[in-house]
């Protein structure tokens, strides 16, 4: 079983940053994906971005949506992982959810943090 808790949600104008943070615990050793996705009002949850553990390092990967304004990044023991996100804009608005995939093909969900980006 692996745990994951978001933070950093919280209200910014469009055009602000905003980091996220999500904290897992449990079998951590077992995670090999980890990512970012976002549920706006109404709409479908969508992925944002995804950091891979690979033997040299991490892959990371995101939506077009959010290329050159969003970074993940995650620590060596897979057990935090981020989201900086820069030059917000109001369709950015949405609850952000952490995802974690394990080898065994188990996903584990944390329960979002809302971001809100005003005009």
């Known amino acids: 079983q692996v745990q994951l808790v978001e933070s950093g949600g919280g209200l910014v104008q469009a055009g602000g940053s905003l980091r996220l943070s999500c904290a897992a615990s449990?079998?951590?050793?077992?995670?090999?994906?980890m990512g970012w996705y976002r549920q706006a009002p109404g709409k479908q949850r969508e992925l944002v971005a995804t950091?891979?553990?690979?033997?040299?390092?991490?892959?990371?990967t995101y939506a077009d949506s959010v290329k050159g304004r969003f970074t993940i990044s995650g620590n060596n023991g897979r057990t935090t992982v981020y989201l900086q996100m820069y030059s917000l804009r109001r369709e950015d608005t949405a609850v952000y959810y952490c995802?974690?995939?394990?080898?065994?093909?188990?996903?584990?969900w944390g329960k979002g943090t809302l971001v809100t980006v005003s005009s």
């Open positions: 950091i891979t553990s690979v033997r040299t390092g991490y892959i990371a």
């Open positions: 995802k974690a995939a394990n080898y065994y093909g188990m996903d584990y």
């Open positions: 449990g079998s951590t050793s077992s995670i090999e994906v």
